[in-house]
């Protein structure tokens, strides 16, 4: 069993950053996929970023001011998040997969945060 944590949302101005956390319990995460998706009232969950032993990965949406990264020995996965719209305003909820599969889609994961709300004022 995998436990997943996140952290580091907030509220920030258009044009600023925001660095989410999520940390993992109960297994490591070398083996997993990782990803970041984003959830706002009345859309589907989206897919933002995703990272696995053959690279990152990044909807076309944030590419460019989105970076992914996985922090082997504190078992915790990043997303830099940089020059922020108010269209990023979203529940962030990062989540783990096991086996392999198209990393966009959300049926993929075995695991997943309770989210964090980010926030981008204009």
């Known amino acids: 069993q995998v436990q997943l944590v996140e952290s580091g949302g907030g509220l920030v101005q258009a044009g600023g950053s925001l660095r989410l956390s999520c940390a993992a319990s109960?297994?490591?995460?070398?083996?997993?996929?990782m990803a970041w998706f984003r959830h706002t009232p009345g859309k589907e969950r989206e897919f933002v970023a995703a990272i696995r032993w053959s690279g990152a990965y990044y909807a076309d949406s944030v590419k460019g001011r989105f970076t992914i990264s996985r922090e082997i020995p504190k078992n915790t996965v990043s997303l830099q998040m940089d020059n922020l719209k108010p269209e990023d305003t979203a529940v962030y909820y990062c989540?783990?997969?096991?086996?392999?599969?198209?990393?966009?889609?959300?049926?993929?994961?075995?695991?997943w945060g309770q989210g964090t709300q980010v926030t981008v004022s204009s």
């Open positions: 109960g297994r490591t995460l070398t083996s997993y996929a």
């Open positions: 989540a783990a997969a096991v086996g392999a599969g198209t990393l966009r889609d959300p049926l993929l994961y075995d695991y």
